[in-house]
């Protein structure tokens, strides 16, 4: 496969929220507002490129018996990095994003790919991976923050978009997340079924 | 496994967590100056809401360890006072910082920490942009200032301690809560009774008696 091709599966054919469903926990959580997913969808980029191409580079070094340990000390090396630049650089979305950046540690999507894709593959084609499944869990949630910012607050990046109407407040709350992803994940279920049929070679993450 | 596999595989784990410290190390080190920065320059900009007639400000420590603000105005004179408190509210502690001028009225509150419900606590916090998306979009913005605080807070400018108390009806007298969220607009008002509180047991002002 071409590392383009690697690139396009994470974004549309392998979602990492829509078709693999991993990493429910943050996306649930901090798409209120499409500021917040924009927020979260950089810092786990950030660490799911870094720990990629780096595990990548060491899988001939870090032994099979203590990959999983290894992959978890670098991939909580990131995050702790992300989280002092945060602080330094850009306090207000430290902030907003608060506890859920410490828990991109344990979002399965960056285990996931370490596990299945980054210590069996080689720097490029796992730096195409990360990108694409980093952009593909951004888009995701960018996707979803739109859909609950517009109808729970009326409002697309801070600004109203239909003055006077009152917003339906369930949506920026839990429920909200739980029925706009449920109706996303339904929507790529539909399309998926009806392009092709899900092929069984294919890896898991 | 034998012994030695089991030594070689924990020295192996063992680099890979001194690297990584190593690495921890120099970000925390490089960022260490920026973040303390951005606490200072937060805090400064915190007094400058809730003391809007000082100009320079000095941190005092009293004797039952609180820590105030003195704000001075342009003569030099002492110009009211900042302290900070917090109280529990629906689902987080809310800390506020609270500014009075020498006669004991309210001159502004910050909410310096909050994780309230989105869209009902938080309210407290938000700031409501008068453009719509529409505007933006097509550049109609020219000429509309957004407000710059949040309408929860203002209406605590101007208050004094015995009109602390929340109503759900408008009245310029009391502090109106936000709808759907009596508990966090109740908590913010406990959490400024507190701190002027703390500031009357110190005896620095005489809170709500009018001026000196």
Do not use: E, H, Y
């Given at each position: 496969m071409s590392w383009i091709a690697e690139l396009g599966k994470g974004i549309?054919?392998?979602?990492?929220?829509?078709?693999?469903?991993?990493?429910l926990c943050p996306t649930l959580a901090v798409t209120v507002s499409v500021h917040n997913a924009l927020g979260m969808a950089g810092a786990t980029l950030f660490v799911l490129l870094c720990s990629n191409v780096l595990i990548s580079l060491l899988r001939s070094v870090i032994p099979r018996q203590i990959r999983i340990p290894c992959f978890i000390v670098i991939i909580a090396t990131f995050v702790s990095v992300i989280e002092l630049l945060l602080a330094a650089y850009f306090p207000e979305q430290d902030k907003e994003l608060g506890i859920y950046v410490p828990l991109i540690v344990v979002n399965c999507i960056i285990l996931g790919r370490a596990e299945a894709f980054a210590s069996r593959h080689g720097v490029w084609a796992s730096l195409a991976d990360g990108l694409g499944m980093g952009i593909g869990f951004g888009a995701a949630l960018i996707l979803i923050g739109l859909i609950r910012e517009l109808l729970?607050?009326?409002?697309v990046l801070g600004y109203?978009?239909?003055?006077g109407l009152k917003p339906a407040v369930i949506m920026i709350l839990p429920p909200g997340a739980f029925l706009t992803i449920g109706f996303l994940m339904g929507l790529f279920k539909l399309k998926r079924g009806m392009v092709r049929p899900p092929s069984p070679s294919e890896e898991g993450g | 496994m034998n012994r030695s596999g089991i030594l070689s595989l924990g020295a192996i784990l063992m680099s890979v967590c001194l690297v990584s410290s190593g690495l921890l190390f120099f970000v925390h080190w490089a960022t260490k100056g920026r973040i303390k920065e951005q606490e200072a320059e937060n805090r400064e900009s915190s007094l400058r809401i809730v003391l809007p007639q000082a100009v320079s400000f000095s941190p005092l420590t009293a004797g039952e360890l609180i820590d105030y603000y003195v704000g001075y105005d342009r003569a030099g004179r002492v110009a009211g006072y900042a302290v900070s408190g917090s109280s529990p509210g629906y689902s987080s502690t809310i800390v506020v910082m609270a500014g009075v001028d020498v006669g004991g009225v309210l001159t502004g509150i910050k909410i310096l920490e909050q994780k309230e419900t989105?869209?009902?606590?938080?309210e407290a916090v938000r700031v409501h942009s008068n453009l719509t998306l529409w505007d933006v979009l097509l550049g109609r913005s020219a000429g509309k200032s957004p407000p710059r605080r949040p309408p929860f807070q203002v209406?605590?400018?101007?208050?004094t301690l015995a009109q602390l108390a929340v109503v759900?009806?408008?009245?310029?007298?009391k502090i109106q809560a936000i709808t759907g969220a009596t508990i966090t607009s109740r908590a913010v008002t406990v959490a400024v009774r507190q701190s002027l509180d703390k500031l009357l047991r110190q005896g620095t002002c005489s809170v709500g008696e009018g001026p000196e």
């Open positions: 549309f054919r392998r979602n990492p929220v829509f078709i693999l469903m991993l990493g729970g607050s009326n409002t109203t978009v239909a003055p | 989105p869209g009902l606590g938080d209406q605590f400018v101007g208050k759900k009806k408008p009245d310029p007298q």
